[in-house]
């Protein structure tokens, strides 16, 4: 696309486009398109938001996450790997396992070497090795946001290597 104008055309087919110069343009009906910091957008003469029936309607969600982008078939199968957890160990049963970093990153790996080596399904369980890899990668980044957590509010105590005192 060349032009706002372009743009313009696209987003009211409910195309949303990508550009990365800004430039506005009207284009037809009083309506102008800008295209800013790479998201296009159309504004103009649409009378209010509740203007009945033909009239373009206005939500200001582009700069929002795209939920609808989510493979949810994919998330399924990592839910069933954390229900059969669930079942085997506990209810969040993962939190509580010593050395989450380097358990988690192993099994990751494991899977994701079963999956490369054309093992698609886990023996075990019968669940896609990449959903259990995808299982074992939330739960690193949920170790990794609360350790970060941690360390801003962990205390040490005088006396110890961990404390700021010690040289």
């Known amino acids: 696309m060349d032009t706002a104008r372009d743009a313009g055309k ?5 195309v949303r486009t990508r550009h990365t110069a800004h430039v506005s343009d009207n284009v037809g009906d009083g309506h102008t398109a800008h295209v800013a910091e ?3 957008h ?6 209010s938001v509740n203007a009945g ?8 969600d582009a700069w929002k996450p795209r939920w609808s982008l989510v493979p ?23 939190k509580k396992v010593s050395e989450p970093i380097d358990r988690y990153t ?15 399904t886990d023996k075990e369980w ?8 995808g299982c074992c990668l939330l739960f690193l980044m949920w170790f990794d946001k609360e350790r970060k ?19």
Do not use: C, F
């Open 149 to 167: 957590k941690a360390s801003v509010l962990e205390i040490k105590p005088e006396g110890t290597a961990d404390s700021p005192g010690i040289q």
């Open 10 to 14: 696209e987003l009211s087919r409910g």
């Open 42 to 47: 159309v504004s103009g003469n649409t009378g």
């Open 72 to 94: 949810w078939a994919q998330v399924g199968d990592i839910v069933k790997v954390l229900t059969n957890g669930a079942e085997k160990y506990n209810d969040n049963n993962w």
């Open 106 to 120: 192993s099994a990751m790996m494991r899977h994701i070497t079963a999956w490369a080596s054309g093992e698609e």
């Open 38 to 40: 790479g998201m296009a």
């Open 126 to 133: 019968g669940l896609p090795h990449l959903a259990h890899a």
């Open 53 to 60: 029936v033909g009239s373009i309607g206005r939500k200001d």
